[in-house]
């Protein structure tokens, strides 16, 4: 017999992927300079303010594209596909593999992408060690805290 999970809990999706880019962002902001690492954010709307389209409001953007990005990437981690094929039955120990993994991507995609000329991702790019290190710390804690709180549908049981 094997279990599987079928659907998405949404309203489990919802807090989740909320609780975990806000923890992620907070911790960015208050943990800033703490042993010279996080203020990720800071790097963020110096890129933002590249584009020249929210004179002024770069911060409200940061901080709104940052929630809406972890509502809409947790979508990747909920999909039951993917969340019964990461290591351990732990929720909070899937969520800790799919943050590490999730950073790898992103690393890979910011490669790509800076070196096809997107300014935005070379200014990514160009961050210091300590930013890259800040990042990978935060999105383990994104990950960790989305399979902390996420709670999938109830397995079904498959002949």
């Known amino acids: 017999m094997n279990e599987v999970v079928r659907g998405v809990n949404f309203l489990s ?24 690492l996080f203020g990720t954010y800071k790097t963020y709307i110096e890129l933002i303010k590249l ?19 972890s509502s809409v990437l947790a979508l990747v981690f909920v999909h039951p596909k ?4 990461l290591p351990f039955k732990n929720g909070l120990l899937k969520g800790l593999v799919f943050g590490t993994l999730w950073h790898i991507v992103v690393l890979f995609s910011l490669v790509v992408t800076a070196f096809g000329g997107a300014p935005f991702m070379k200014g990514f790019l160009s961050m210091g060690v300590s930013e890259h290190i800040s990042l990978l710390i935060l999105h383990i804690m994104w990950g960790t805290v989305l399979g902390l709180l996420y709670t999938p549908p109830q397995k079904i049981n498959t002949h």
């Open 82 to 85: 993917i969340y019964m094929a």
């Open 51 to 69: 584009w020249g389209v929210f004179k002024g409001f770069e911060d409200w953007v940061m901080a709104l594209g940052h929630t809406l990005n």
């Open 13 to 36: 999706y919802l807090f989740a992927s909320f609780v975990a880019g806000y923890v992620m962002m907070g911790v960015d902001f208050m943990l800033d300079g703490f042993m010279g």
